[in-house]
């Protein structure tokens, strides 16, 4: 009942309020003193659409009278005209007849033509303001059209850009891999007779390079598969040339320097070797009559290398099967 009368109180609070104009709640009363608010706010938007719609109508009152003062001057005009003719006819009868309806012909021409311009003036506005859009669309359009076509050519040149790219770095790499280059400087020495166009084996020797700074020699070894084992870079190695007699000349020492990983077969016996580069100093070489003998490029030599130690003793026993 109590909460009955309350909301009664306050609806008769909010209708004195609409009266007054003035909201009589405090701010506490959230929900009675917003929709007075919300009231007051709806009737000053719809006051504002009168106050527009008023200024609507005004002007276009004020542009309808100011067409028909123009139109009304333009009829008194007119109507002076046509008592002048009727004046001109009672003036100079029938002789002038001709004349004077020629000239009301015209006249009533111009009244027509004038209404004709009255309403093209009426819809002009319209119509320039509907072109003006229209143009305004085509433009914008236009517009987005031709940022869209940019945008896309853009797009297409950039990945034809990275794609040349691509295919530069490709060609450079395969001219980079065409060309061969020696490793050292020095003086080439061609191992084997080739023409232009002419297809090369995998792994075939056609030139080799001697250094300028002839000091020492790469010697190329063939070891066989029983014998490797024992083999290690940086093992000393004792040469034996076929072009310089040991008995006369003697050795020239040098070292391990590569292996390779996997070994070679040889096609035509069928056994296989590994290839181990070693070097050696070139040295002069003097047998005992005091001749001195000089290495060569493509010399052969036989090479020995230490690869186990035993005492003479266990060497012995070994050979005689007393050793284990």
């Keep these: 009942m109590f909460s009955k009368l309350l909301a009664e109180s306050k609806l008769n609070t909010l209708r004195e309020s609409v009266d007054d104009n003035e909201n009589k709640f405090s701010e506490d009363d959230d929900e009675y003193y917003s929709k007075f608010n919300e009231y007051r706010s709806n009737i000053n938007e719809l006051q504002n659409n009168i106050e527009v719609q008023k200024k609507a109508v005004s002007d276009l009152s004020d542009k309808k009278s100011s067409i028909v003062d123009n139109y009304d001057n333009e009829v008194n005009i007119i109507k002076k005209a046509i008592e002048s003719a009727y004046n001109d006819i009672s003036k100079y009868g029938n002789k002038s007849a001709l004349d004077i309806k020629t000239k009301l012909d015209e006249t009533l021409k111009s009244i027509n033509n004038f209404k004709s311009e009255l309403a093209k003036c009426k819809l002009t506005p319209e119509l320039d303001n509907i072109n003006k859009e229209l143009a305004t669309n085509e433009i914008t359009k236009y517009k987005i059209d ?12 950039e990945i034809k ?10 060609l450079q790499f395969t001219i980079d891999k065409s060309t061969v280059k020696a490793m050292i400087d020095g ?17 075939q020797e056609i030139l080799a390079i001697i250094p300028k700074d002839d000091s020492q020699f790469k010697v190329k070894l063939y070891v066989s598969n029983k014998d490797i084992s024992g083999i290690n870079i940086g093992q000393k190695i004792k040469y034996h040339f076929d072009a ?14 590569d292996i ?29 009559k005091g001749e001195m003998g000089e290495l060569k490029l493509g010399m052969t030599c036989e090479a020995q290398v230490i ?3 035993k005492k003479i003793l266990y060497y012995v026993f070994e050979k005689i099967n007393l050793k284990n």
Excluded: C, H, M, R
């Design 187 to 203: 003086t080439v020495n061609v191992k084997a007779d080739i023409t232009e166009g002419e297809l090369l084996q995998s792994g």
């Design 260 to 288: 390779a990983t996997d070994a070679i077969i040889d096609q035509k016996t069928g056994s296989s070797y590994y290839l181990v580069e070693s070097e050696v100093k070139n040295e002069p070489l003097f047998s005992y």
């Design 146 to 157: 031709t940022l869209v076509g940019l945008d896309s050519i853009t797009k297409d040149n």
């Design 161 to 170: 850009i990275d794609e040349l790219k691509t295919n530069i770095g490709t």
């Design 307 to 309: 690869t186990k130690q």
């Design 244 to 257: 310089l007699p040991y008995k006369e000349y003697g050795e020239l020492d040098g070292e391990i320097t």
